[in-house]
């Protein structure tokens, strides 16, 4: 995606081009709606990893408790952090595009300076860029979690061949450590943008003062 802050073009064909700007926000409209639904969804996904849980540790005294049973229900967690993480994902490159593209671009046919949504540029200034927003890392931590608690399980009451599958879980614990670094570069690539918006064109909400 761009970097580039676009300005007005005051003689452009497209300046307050009608059909162009009601294309826009209607695409504005589904991709919010998008965002929205996955975050619904993650919210889902999250409660049924919860009741996943539940439901293991009320049936735990009641069943044959063997390796496969553990790594599976290792396999499955992070199965569904996973899905969690791949939905945020989507939802920030979303983010992305409409807060350095679409957003810029509805500015840019209007005739302003700066874009009308401007919500990101005003909390831009208060995030700290180089720190993990909380829900950025959870899958990852969520992940390594089950396979630490699996291991000690396995050293406590011994080995089998079912323990090779702590292979495919090591994999998947790396490709959430994937998604939580990628969710994490998009959060900061839509921050540094309204940074750098706002340092050209002034704070997104104008001061009392003035």
């Not at 589904?30 to 619904?40: F, I, P, Q």
């Not at 860029?129 to 608690?149: D, K, Q």
């Not at 080995?159 to 998009?186: K, V």
Request: net charge positive.
């Amino acid at each position: 995606m761009s970097s580039q802050i676009p300005v007005p073009i005051p003689n452009s064909p497209d300046l307050h081009d009608p059909s162009r700007i009601q294309a826009h926000l209607a695409e504005y409209t589904m991709l919010t709606t998008k965002v929205t639904y996955s975050v619904a969804f993650c919210t889902a996904v999250w409660g049924l990893l919860a009741g996943y849980l539940a439901l293991m540790v009320n049936m735990a005294p009641k069943l044959k408790v063997s390796s496969l049973l553990q790594w599976a229900s290792v396999l499955a967690i992070e199965i569904m952090l996973a899905w969690i993480a791949t939905f945020i994902v989507d939802a920030y490159i979303t983010v992305l595009y409409l807060e350095t593209e679409l957003s810029p671009q509805l500015a840019q046919y209007l005739g302003q300076s700066r874009p009308f949504w401007r919500w990101e540029r005003f909390i831009a200034k208060k995030r700290e860029n180089h720190l993990p927003i909380f829900w950025e890392w959870p899958m990852t931590i969520c992940s390594g979690v089950a396979i630490t608690v699996n291991l000690i399980w396995r050293f406590r009451f011994g080995w089998t061949w079912w323990d090779i599958l702590l292979i495919p879980a090591l994999a998947l614990l790396y490709f959430n450590l994937l998604l939580a670094r990628q969710i994490q570069r998009t959060r900061k690539k839509w921050t540094k943008f309204n940074t750098d918006w706002e340092k050209r064109f002034g704070p997104a909400v104008p001061s009392r003062e003035e």
